[in-house]
């Protein structure tokens, strides 16, 4: 079982839905990190954080540190959203990152 | 800025042919990091840095090599090149030591070895 588990694999959704895509991890973090990476490949940091919710346009994200899990959401969903959403989380007290396998979202006008 | 750059952006090698992957960042970040990126799993660290002169071991280190000769350049070697290196690389960036603040990506290095 991988320590970074994400659901679902695979979202599709018509445009103006509201998407939640999830993250759970089974080891003690310092901080959680959600990614974006575009079709070409390209990853981009969305969000930072080790507690509570934070907001960025209509992108919200939140963590529940007792229950290891934390969710991605997207309102008035867009086909720009269309690419996969990483999770990765910092483990304690340590350098390292483990990274979950990534939703592959696609939003259809 | 131009954040981090990778080049080159795909290649071809032959089994046992050498080859090294380029990444530069323009932030003054300390700490570097190459990922590799296999089908249907979570981004592996290779090898990371924590500044000028200092590299260490990540998860999946056989069959690479860096150096950070410079705060701005960690360039990635494969020495023999083997179908198990078949992947996509990402170079990346970061100010802090645990990556508290934001990370920095490059574009990618899509990498088939034949």
């Known amino acids: 079982k991988n320590e970074v588990e994400q659901s679902p694999q695979n979202l599709t959704a018509q445009e103006g839905e509201f998407i939640t895509i999830n993250c759970s991890y089974s080891?003690?973090?310092?901080?959680l990190h959600w990614l974006q990476q575009h079709p070409g490949g390209g990853i981009v940091s969305l969000f930072m954080?080790?507690?509570g919710k934070k907001k960025h346009g209509r992108l919200i994200a939140t963590i529940n540190i007792q229950e290891k899990h934390s969710s991605l959401h997207i309102t008035a969903s867009h086909p720009r959203d269309s690419a996969v959403y990483i999770c990765?989380?910092?483990?304690?007290?340590?350098?390292?990152?483990?990274f979950g396998t990534g939703t592959r979202l696609q939003v259809f006008p | 800025n131009a954040g981090v750059t990778q080049t080159p952006k795909f290649r071809i090698l032959k089994i046992g042919q050498s080859m090294t992957l380029q990444c530069a960042q323009d932030?003054?970040?300390?700490?570097m990091y190459w990922y590799r990126q296999d089908p249907g799993m979570g981004l592996k660290l290779i090898y990371y840095?924590?500044?000028?002169?200092?590299?260490d071991k990540g998860e999946v280190p056989n069959g690479y090599n860096v150096s950070r000769s410079t705060t701005e350049d960690f360039p990635l070697r494969l020495e023999l090149a083997a179908p198990s290196q078949t992947s996509v690389y990402f170079c990346?960036?970061?100010?802090?030591?645990?990556?508290?603040?934001?990370?920095?990506f490059g574009q990618g290095t899509r990498l088939t070895v034949v």
């Open positions: 954080l080790s507690s």
């Open positions: 932030m003054n970040h300390n700490y």
């Open positions: 840095s924590v500044g000028a002169g200092i590299t």
């Open positions: 990765a989380v910092l483990v304690y007290n340590t350098d390292k990152l483990i």
């Open positions: 990346a960036s970061s100010y802090s030591s645990r990556i508290y603040t934001e990370a920095f």
């Open positions: 080891v003690g973090i310092s901080a």
